[in-house]
């Protein structure tokens, strides 16, 4: 699971492209303004949610939330301001609630991510 980004800092002269397999790595990209735009720094923040969720790999849900609630506030320290990327990670921690099994709620990170990204197309 890869999360590539344009980065911003280089356009319009380069298109690079910054690979991130990691919540701290999307944190990172947010931190360096590898990515910019509200709209933008909350689906990456929600993505980064997401890889964490995908790379767990116990079966206690409590420590799956415990897990999740730890890379949530690792991304919310990348841009401690940026109104967008706390409503993207409220959103995400929001799923921790669902009465689903642990496979269930791991998966369910991806729905929320695609509406989002859409939205902002």
Known sequence: SVLKLIDQRKLPFEEVYVSCKSADSVAKAIKDMVV???????VAAAYGVAL???????EDKEKFA????????????????????????????????????????????????????????
């Open 66 to 121: 415990d897990y999740i609630n730890e890379n949530i506030r690792l991304l919310s320290g990348a841009r401690p301001t940026a109104v967008n990327l706390f409503w993207a990670l409220d959103r995400m921690k929001k799923i921790l609630t669902s009465d689903k099994n642990l496979v269930l709620v791991q998966t369910s990170y991806i729905i929320p991510i695609l509406t989002m990204t859409v939205t902002i197309i």
């Open 52 to 58: 964490a969720a995908l790379k767990f790999s116990g």
């Open 36 to 42: 910019r735009g509200a709209p933008a720094i909350g």
